[in-house]
C-alpha cells in the first residue's frame, strides 16, 4: 500500500455540516507548517499586518475542527492563517477540509531543528528524536497531498527577497512593509515550553510529544 492510500484511509469523518460551513466562509485562509524550531512563530508574527491575522499555535487550545472554523469566523481580516507545528500530524483532514488555502511549508535540517529543541526545551534527545519521527513522516504525506504550495527554508529566512516572495504568495493584495521587516529581523521571537535544567511537568511533556487531540474528530 503506497502513501497516498494510507492517507486516504486516515482522514476522519468530516461532517457534511462542517464542510457546507466552510464553503461559507468569505475570506483568503493560509497555513504556515513546518517542525518545531524553524522560526515558524516569527513567521506568524509577520503575517499578522494590517488586513491579516495569523493565530500562533492556536490549534494547541482547540479541540474540533469546528474550533478551528469558529476561529476564522470571529476574525475580521480578509486573510485568516494558522501557524502551528502540530498541524502537519493532521495534512490529512486538514487539506480534505480547506483544498484551496494557501500553503507554506518551512523547512531546516532535522539535526539542527532537534538540537534547537533539546536546547530550548531540556527534553530529552530520545524523546524528541521520537517527535520528529513522526513529524517526518507528515512531511512526506504533505508532499504527498498537497500539490500547490510554496517553502522557503530556514538559511534563507534572512533574506527580504525570499520572505518577499512568501509575503506575496500568502497576501498578493497587502503591500510589504520594509521597516517592519527590519524592526521584526532585529527581534528575536521564540516560544518556551520548558526551561533548563528539564522542569516541564511530565503531564504536559506527554501532551506536547504526543498531541492527539485533533486525531479524534468525528
Not at 515550553?193 to 510529544?209: L, Q
Request: glycine content about 2%; charged content about 30%.
Amino acid at each position: 500500500m503506497d502513501v497516498s492510500e494510507l492517507c486516504q484511509q486516515s482522514y476522519p469523518l468530516i461532517s457534511q455540516q462542517l464542510k457546507e460551513r466552510i464553503s461559507k466562509i468569505d475570506k483568503k485562509i493560509f497555513f504556515i507548517l513546518s517542525t518545531a524550531r524553524c522560526r515558524s512563530t516569527w513567521f506568524a508574527n509577520l503575517f499578522t499586518y494590517k488586513d491579516s491575522f495569523c493565530y500562533n499555535e492556536e490549534t494547541r487550545y482547540i479541540n474540533s475542527w469546528e474550533e478551528l472554523v469558529d476561529r476564522i469566523e470571529e476574525r475580521s481580516e480578509e486573510y485568516v492563517g494558522f501557524e502551528d507545528p502540530e498541524l502537519l500530524h493532521y495534512i490529512n483532514s486538514l487539506y480534505k477540509l480547506f483544498p484551496n488555502a494557501k500553503y507554506v511549508l518551512l523547512e531546516r535540517d532535522r539535526e539542527e531543528c532537534e538540537i534547537s529543541m533539546c536546547n530550548q526545551s531540556g527534553a530529552p534527545r530520545e524523546l524528541v528524536t521520537m517527535k520528529f519521527d513522526r513529524w517526518e513522516n507528515d512531511l512526506v504525506n504533505f508532499k504527498n497531498i498537497v500539490s500547490d504550495y510554496d517553502s522557503i527554508h530556514f538559511d534563507d529566512m534572512d533574506d527580504i527577497n525570499e520572505v518577499y516572495r512568501i509575503w506575496k504568495y500568502i497576501l498578493p493584495d497587502i503591500e510589504f512593509d520594509n521597516g517592519r521587516w527590519n524592526l521584526l529581523t532585529a527581534i528575536i521571537i521564540s516560544v518556551t515550553i520548558g526551561t533548563k535544567p528539564f522542569s516541564m511537568p511530565k503531564e504536559r511533556m506527554a501532551v506536547y510529544f504526543n498531541f492527539d487531540k485533533l486525531d479524534y474528530i468525528k
